[in-house]
Antibody, heavy 121, light 106 residues
């Protein structure tokens, strides 16, 4: 069974850097074709793609946020880390870790439960 | 840009629900639908415009190609109360979502 679990701070201050970790279970990024991404959803609003990384370390970022985002995977390929710099109250959202469609099919096969991150001083 | 309509749909149990999604340019068949129940993460229903994901009931079906897509719930159940999102994965940026359609039970 594939699961993804997000962890990280639920409250950050404006201008701080957010670091979120996604822990994979039932699969890893050592599997050829596998990919993991991040998507966020502000309260009551639409989903917004942030970034994804594939097994071959191919990384893509939402161009509207690219300068603020970094996505990496650890050496075991069972954790994916997203960092977002210069946080602002408009970045308050639920952040979801996602399993991407295999072989660069850029839809979401499965979702983590999400973590609500609030940006406030 | 992905546009979903209507924004809210009120349907009686057992009736058909038809949700629409329009792309501002052709995305071929690279279109997915997700269901998001209150307080939950979304769930994949359809990819490739018409391919049901594993475990999705047959009452959910997707159709369309190019710029016009439809998600049909053939016989609405009370547990289908949710927001439904469409997402294209053909054009750059590779994952753009619609604003969602909220399905209410009449």
């Amino acid at each position: 069974q594939t699961t993804l679990k997000e962890s990280g701070p639920t409250l950050v201050k404006p201008t701080q850097t957010l670091t979120l970790t996604c822990t994979l279970s039932g699969f890893s990024l050592s599997t050829n074709g596998a990919g993991v991404g991040w998507i966020r959803q502000p309260p009551g609003k639409a989903l917004e793609w942030l970034a994804f990384i594939y097994w071959d370390e191919d990384k893509r970022y939402n161009p509207s946020l690219k300068n603020r985002l970094t996505i990496t995977m650890d050496t075991s390929k069972t954790q994916v880390v997203l960092t977002m710099t210069d946080m602002d109250p408009v970045d308050t959202a639920t952040y979801f870790c996602t399993r991407m469609g295999a072989w660069a099919n850029y839809y979401v096969e499965s979702w983590g439960q999400g973590i609500l991150v609030t940006v406030s001083s | 840009v992905m546009t979903q309509y209507p924004a809210t749909l009120s349907v009686s149990p057992g009736e058909r629900a038809t949700l629409s999604c329009r792309a501002s340019q052709s995305v071929g068949s690279d279109l997915a639908w997700y269901q998001q129940k209150p307080g939950q993460a979304p769930r994949l229903l359809i990819h490739g415009a018409s391919v049901r994901a594993t475990g999705i009931p047959a009452r959910f079906s997707g159709s369309g190609s190019g710029t016009e897509f439809t998600l049909t719930i053939s016989s609405l159940q009370s547990e289908d109360l949710a927001v439904y999102h469409c997402q294209q994965y053909n054009k750059w940026p590779p994952m753009t979502f619609g604003q969602g359609t909220k399905v209410e039970i009449k």
